[in-house]
């Protein structure tokens, strides 16, 4: 058995958390852990570490490399699958079982399961027993986890439950987000599981329903390999569930109630923290009622008779939303896309495939001060800048640096003045993570001046 972790999307449902550079499935919500590694270590309960893959863009390719490193120091890069093109499930799908079989050389009946990066779980040891039934008893059926509702939610999807068999029960019909009073009926009915986006077959039965229901998907899927890719922007973006699910008779649902939610929203969010007592003290909220504060810098937030308010900062953008109105974001991420403002894509921290940096000071005349963090073993690429000089100051860990013509290993303390039109580079031989302090100087400092000679992650000039 194997698993694909699907974690390609960049949704601004969690702005200005989730960010284009930064999406929600790398944030650290309610645990020490992003929402993939915690998604990755929860299917580990299942099958080995080896056996889970993960399908992303080429731009959050090492996001996913690096974060799944900390928690899997084995990781192999083999098990990541990079999109040619971002096109919905459906496509990403194909792509994860044209590689699976094609690349890994998995058995066409080996079962299969899919599930997205960037969901909570409450009760981890029930959803892996779930998945544990579901993959060994799935059979010759397109299988999805169905969640038992707990109230009559209208953000999520619907399915219809028929008779049941066995170990599952086979789904009547697909139900797209309902209004309040359609899916108060369905909750109160008791004959609707929420759809969680999570789906189990091999390859032989996929194919087969791709050929009945998705002929389009299946011819692409019959091209080699090569030409598979270089094709692959011709397909149109279309989820799994219009391509296959809802269309086909041997879909079946594995009904449980393992505590989930897709992280929707901030009101989502809110009620996250509040089962899980996730109360940070530091924020003072006087005179003040339902009112949930987070704040990614760890400044305070204080609040002076204010009631039914989220308020979220993240290091360059303070939001405030009344509770309730979340699925409005989209109006702020629609404005600020049309403005071309660079909040909507972008943090101040920055991440890299070598590792992240902060913008601590910009002075875009004159001056700019970054904090640089490099991972074990990374290096940035060897480089000049022609309009700006750098000095660099090691904070944390042991610098390996290439400046101009001589090549020295930086400590603690430690530092080196690299001027305009200079050759450098900068490396951590170390095992633990290298923390610079970087400040330019000159007329033009954006991150466009910049000539690459050497790099480690296919970057060159």
Same mark, same amino acid.
């Given at each position: ?228 890719? /270089? ?8 989820? @799994? *569930?219009? $391509? !296959?699910?809802?269309? %086909?008779?041997? +879909? #079946? ?42 704040? /990614? ?8 008779? @204010? *009631?039914? $308010? !989220?308020?979220?900062? %993240?290091?360059? +953008? #303070? ?52 904090? @640089? ?89």
């Amino acid at each position: 058995m194997h698993a694909v972790i699907l974690c390609g999307g960049s949704g601004t449902r969690l702005w200005p958390l989730s960010r284009k550079n930064f999406p929600k499935q790398f944030l650290k919500l309610y645990s020490d852990k992003s929402l993939l590694q915690e998604t990755f270590l929860r299917m580990c309960r299942v099958m080995k570490a080896g056996d889970v893959y993960f399908v992303t863009n080429q731009e959050n390719y090492f996001n996913v490399f690096n974060q799944i490193r900390e928690v899997y120091p084995e990781m192999d890069k083999r098990q990541i699958i990079i999109e040619p093109a971002s096109l919905n499930t459906a496509p990403a799908i194909l792509l994860a079982v044209k590689y699976l079989s094609t690349c890994a050389k998995i058995g066409e009946r080996d079962p299969l399961i899919f599930l997205p990066a960037d969901h909570y779980i409450g009760k981890p040891e029930e959803f892996a027993e779930t998945v544990k039934i579901a993959l060994e008893s799935v059979g010759d059926n397109i299988g999805t986890i169905g969640i038992t509702p707990t109230a009559p939610v209208t953000g999520f999807g619907y399915i219809e439950k028929g008779t049941k068999k066995g170990a599952y029960i086979a789904a009547k019909s697909f139900k797209e987000k309902p209004d309040l009073v359609t899916a108060e009926k369905y909750f109160a009915s008791g004959k609707y599981v929420w759809n969680g986006g999570i789906y189990l077959f091999n390859a032989e039965t996929f194919l087969g329903e791709l050929k009945k229901y998705a002929p389009k998907l299946f011819a692409h899927y019959r091209k080699p390999y090569e030409e598979f890719l /270089e094709d692959f922007d011709q397909l149109d973006p279309e989820p @799994i *569930d219009t $391509a !296959i699910s809802e269309k %086909s008779d041997r +879909v #079946v649902i594995f009904e449980s109630d393992f505590d989930w939610s897709d992280i929707g929203s901030f009101d989502v969010l809110l009620e996250i923290a509040k089962k899980n007592n996730l109360v940070d003290t530091k924020h003072v909220f006087m005179d003040s009622d339902n009112v949930f504060a987070h704040s /990614e810098s760890g400044k305070m937030i204080a609040t002076l008779g @204010i *009631d039914d $308010a !989220i308020i979220v900062e %993240s290091n360059d +953008v #303070v939001f405030v939303q009344k509770r309730g109105r979340s699925e409005d974001v989209k109006k702020i991420v629609n404005y600020l896309k049309e403005n071309k403002r660079k909040e909507v894509d972008h943090n101040i921290i920055v991440y890299r495939p070598w590792g992240k940096y902060e913008v601590l000071i910009d002075n875009p005349a004159s001056h700019k001060v970054k904090k @640089i963090t490099v991972f074990p073993g990374a290096s940035l690429s060897l480089q000049s800048h022609e309009r700006r000089s750098e000095h660099w100051v090691v904070v944390k860990g042991t610098a390996s640096v290439i400046n101009g013509e001589n090549p020295m290993i930086l400590h603690e303390n430690e530092s080196t003045y690299i001027p305009a039109k200079a050759l450098h580079r900068l490396s951590n031989p170390g095992k633990e993570n290298l923390e610079i302090i970087e400040v330019q100087t000159g007329n033009y400092l954006e991150e466009d001046d910049i000539a690459r000679y050497k790099d480690d992650y296919g970057r060159l000039s």
